[in-house]
């Protein structure tokens, strides 16, 4: 996010970075999740690891005390766990407070609000520390103007959520670095803020203002840099259409990479609704999209295989691609597929 | 409103009718839209209006004191004037008190909030009155479901905002109660809210719950029972057709009616978008809203010619007809045309 003007602070959360990932007493792997894609995505912001006593679960980095983190550079401090009742623990309390004492701000994506807690409130306005909501939006977003903006944009979309359109993006964001290309990824959701060190929680930004938010997200850039914007939903979502249209509209992507999932019959959590097929998702994104950007065009698939063998994938893969006659990969698996997808974006 | 059930109360405004309106110290008929609008379209929920002196502007009901209001069965005082600045006027705070002394709640739609100003907000708490914010979303609202309800229902969508999407539900709306069919009218913005008794402002929802927020608002009915409601924006506005899209799954109409102005050429406030065509606009909400209501069609559309003068827009009207293949018509005024496109929204 180093590119954003310095206006867009109060139109987009910007974190303060590197981290130390907090891992509390967890000693399951599956509440840590936070934490591990911190560390697979975001490695060069994180400078280790705290734990409590009783954690079994590590991510493998150093692991540090508040001062030593701080000494290394550590800005804030992460919570990269939850619990079963995704609240604040009573025995996190105290180290949470050591860790502001020692000069760190505290980073949360949990529904429980760290400014609920009347001692971590209280000890960080005492020391003019933050603590930052990443499920909260900024409080200053404008209104969308539908005004086109410099440089490129490519957003991930869906066929429904849950599926790896957050995935996605970070591969392609990758692969256009690992490329040399200027390139941004932008995030929406609370997991990709803390990856990107900053962004808009597109979900939770009031309805009138979500393509406004969409717009701060990817601001003016030169000619030859892309963002990379992280998608919400599906726009055959029957709940979180809006978000997605509005996500659509104010990112007004040059390319879409549509996000599908291999086996995946019905909506999540609406069994009752179909999961529309790849070509009628394709074709009114680019109908909606070319409102905002008349050059709209879909660059290829990006197809979860989790539930196949790596030959049960490539030939999955091959089919559709050579049904749908555009480039098909599995970012996860990467390989020749996934090259050909990027460089389909590219072209 | 009446029709709504207990529980939706706190997923949908209730407002405290009848209402006493109230014109400060207004001598410009501009500033009263208001109500006006509340003197026209819900006459019987209004048992007077209450002036400060200096005032010269008037609805024509009866002019009340508070107390005399209050016998006459009011139980709450509506804002029915805005100053040029948006704010609470100084001289209407006096006033304002002795209202809520009398008994009665207040209800505002204004940008400035009622609770902002501290001696409201003290006598409000003192005598267990409520200061009601029509611009403010309820707190409980859920996430969408998509399911399918019974009854039927009939929402104005649009080309653009601000063509007249209101005053067609609030006409069909009539024109269906004065044809003997149980129908409501669904409030979605502030001025419809205060006609209807109540409502959502959808503009004010967070994203992610308001589809939810369009469905609770037209909740189960009776088979033959019409629910008209009032629909917001366009979904081919570059700003704001993400509420659009949420209020098109959300409401899951029987029914739309599409409303254009003949005339308008590019979209308010954003001249560099054409306003879509009436034919475009109708097969994208058809296409998007058979999502959730497979059964979809276009009663007709609504047009608004007050630009015209009577002979140009009957003239208007009749080759718009003929051109689209469906019944056209402007409520504003009424006729044969307007009985016509009632006909087809129940056919």
Not at 120 to 127: G, V
Not at 262 to 281: D, Q, W
């Amino acid at each position: 996010m180093t590119s954003l003007p310095a206006k867009a602070r109060d139109e987009v959360l910007v974190l303060p970075q590197p981290y130390l990932l907090f891992l509390g007493d967890t000693t399951e792997a599956g509440y840590a999740k936070t934490a591990f894609g911190l560390r697979d995505w975001a490695r060069d912001k994180c400078v280790g690891e705290f734990a409590c006593a009783g954690a079994t679960v590590t991510t493998g980095l150093p692991r540090l005390t508040f001062s030593e983190a701080r000494a290394k550079g550590a800005r804030s401090l992460v919570i990269g766990v939850a619990n079963s009742g995704g609240t604040i623990a009573d025995n996190w309390i105290d180290p949470l407070v050591e860790a502001l004492e020692a000069g760190l701000d505290i980073v949360s994506g949990m529904h429980a609000r760290l400014t609920d807690v009347p001692i971590l409130r209280a000890t960080a306005e005492r020391l003019h520390r933050r603590l930052i909501d990443v499920r909260r939006p900024p409080q200053k977003i404008p209104v969308g103007t539908g005004r086109k903006r410099a440089g490129k944009r490519l957003l991930t979309v869906g066929t429904d959520c849950a599926l790896g359109k957050k995935y996605t993006a970070l591969a392609i964001a990758q692969g256009f670095q690992a490329r040399g290309i200027d390139s941004d990824f932008r995030a929406t959701g609370q997991t990709g803020i803390m990856i990107a060190g900053g962004g808009i929680p597109m979900d939770a930004v009031i309805a009138d203002f979500a393509a406004g938010a969409a717009e701060s997200l990817s601001p003016d850039a030169a000619a030859g840099h892309w963002d990379i914007i992280e998608g919400q939903g599906s726009l055959l979502h029957p709940a979180y259409a809006g978000v997605s249209l509005a996500l659509l509209h104010g990112s007004q992507p040059d390319v879409i990479v549509m996000c599908g999932e291999v086996g995946r019959k019905t909506m999540l959590g609406h069994p009752e609704f179909a999961v529309p097929s790849i070509e009628e998702t394709i074709d009114i994104n680019l109908r909606l999209g070319s409102r905002t950007n008349p050059a709209i065009r879909c660059g290829g698939i990006s197809l979860n295989t989790s539930s196949f063998s790596a030959d049960e994938a490539e030939r999955v893969i091959a089919a559709e691609s050579e049904r749908l006659g555009m480039p098909v990969a599995d970012p996860i698996r990467g390989g020749a597929a996934f090259e050909r997808l990027l460089e389909s974006c590219l072209a």
